[in-house]
């Protein structure tokens, strides 16, 4: 490999909002947030939306969507072809 050309990976804990848990890794992300973690060490923080814990493929829960709505607000557009 060529030296210089690579970014630094190093310690980043990214916390998943939507589940309220947080995962400490390696990254070459950059943030100006920080958050002590369980072993008294300081590290960049990045927020997530979703994650694997709280995406529905990982935790088995579905989501209902309401398709009778949509259904009803199309035919309600465009009409009702026979």
């Known amino acids: 490999m060529r030296s210089g050309i690579h ?3 190093r310690p980043v804990v ?3 909002r939507a ?5 400490l890794t390696t990254s070459t992300a950059r943030s ?3 958050i002590e973690w369980a072993d008294g060490s300081t590290y960049p ?3 997530v939306e979703i994650s ?8 088995g829960n579905t989501r209902v969507v309401d398709t009778a ?3 009803e607000r199309f035919e309600r557009r465009y009409g009702r072809t026979s």
């Open 14 to 16: 990214f916390r998943d």
């Open 52 to 59: 694997s814990a709280s995406h529905p493929f990982y935790t």
């Open 45 to 47: 923080l990045i927020d």
């Open 7 to 9: 970014p630094v990976s």
């Open 69 to 71: 709505g949509r259904v």
């Open 32 to 34: 100006a947030r920080t």
């Open 19 to 23: 589940a309220d848990t947080a995962f």
